[in-house]
């Protein structure tokens, strides 16, 4: 018997339901093998790109939003430091052993499909529940705390859509460079529709079905150069971001058909938008990416270099492998992505 699907009523626009009722990889299932074997054959010269900051940037509480640098500090066995440790002479063997705390979105960082959802009526009874992504609820599925029994609450995050569904999609494809700070520069510019296509066609780049979309702004090479130590005009005041109210922006990211959306910028697109008192999303775009679509975001990956080399020899796509961290009950994760042309 095929399983019951967890909603009634979808939103307006979305695709729940068209990869099967128990989906959790959403627009992922179009990177099909026919187009890993199209990324591949964009690899001509066999040469690499790290496209991922140092996980230490941008530095400083950006935003407010907590999301500090990682702290590493060495293990510990028996009250002793794990770091060139040497058991005993009669052991020539010295060993280091270290662990990492860090927000999971800090840095260069994918989200996952339960970073975002809404207040939706998903079951058509006139009630606004929190529903994700093909109609995962919140507290069943994108859980958060739940009673750990005599050792209390515990933690256990996300039991569905959670990073770890990215990890086993792999997440190798097509990636195609749109490279607005090419055409526009460093000046703050919410770029819509129009601007989108104008770049496009100035580039002859074409996006095509289960394509990974990067956008080039330049924000993460001026993160680069404020070492660690981002200012207001940067954070703020400069670069490229999408316009999440163009509705032609958003059917196009929707009728494009690409699998996933990155940028080297924060959040993608211009927060918050200009809206009137009715109830709406804060990030529209999100909204329909990861809450509607099922499309994943990259955030503040570190894209000059590449686009740089792509412009020299007149291309605009590559082979991209970028999986996130098997992470389980993750929302979102840290990844180094590599691109290879």
Not at 39 to 66: I, M, Q, W
Not at 75 to 89: F, L, P, T
Not at 254 to 263: G, N, T, Y
Not at 291 to 301: A, D, P, S, V, Y
Request: some cysteine; overall charge negative.
């Amino acid at each position: 018997m095929a399983p019951a699907r967890r909603w009634v009523r979808r939103p307006d626009g979305s695709n729940w339901g068209d990869f099967g009722p128990d989906d959790q990889i959403g627009r992922l299932n179009l990177v099909t093998p026919d187009c890993v074997k199209a990324a591949v054959a964009e690899v001509r010269v066999g040469k690499t790109f790290c496209l991922s900051l140092p996980l230490d940037f941008p530095g400083g509480n950006y935003h407010g939003l907590n999301r500090h640098a990682p702290k590493l500090e060495p293990m510990r066995r028996r009250d002793i430091d794990v770091y060139n440790y040497r058991r005993d002479e009669t052991h020539t063997d010295v060993f280091s052993d270290d662990r990492v705390i860090m927000p999971c979105q800090a840095s260069t960082q994918w989200d996952s499909l339960a970073h975002v959802g809404s207040a939706f009526d998903a079951d058509g009874d006139g009630k606004a529940e929190l529903v994700y992504y093909n109609g995962y609820r919140a507290g069943e599925h994108v859980v958060g705390w739940e009673d750990g029994g005599p050792e209390g609450r515990r933690f256990v995050g996300a039991k569905a859509l959670g990073i770890e569904n990215m990890a086993r999609a792999c997440v190798q494809g097509r990636g195609v460079m749109i490279d607005l700070f090419h055409h526009f520069g460093r000046a703050r510019r919410i770029v819509g529709y129009d601007d989108v296509m104008k770049v496009m066609d100035a580039d002859a780049v074409t996006v095509e079905p289960g394509d990974m979309v990067c956008i080039h702004t330049g924000q993460a090479d001026a993160l680069l150069a404020l070492n660690r130590n981002p200012d207001t005009e940067t954070l703020e005041h400069a670069f490229c971001h999408l316009d999440g109210l163009d509705k032609r922006l958003l059917r196009w990211i929707d009728e494009s058909r690409l699998s996933v959306l990155v940028a080297d910028n924060f959040a993608i697109e211009a927060v918050p938008g200009h809206h009137d008192n009715a109830p709406h999303a804060l990030e529209p775009l999100h909204e329909l990416c990861i809450f509607k679509l099922g499309i994943n975001l990259g955030e503040l990956w570190y894209l000059g270099e590449l686009s740089e080399w792509l412009r020299a020899h007149k291309r605009s796509r590559f082979l991209l492998t970028a999986p996130p961290l098997r992470l389980p009950g993750a929302v979102g994760s840290p990844v180094t992505p590599i691109a290879t042309v």
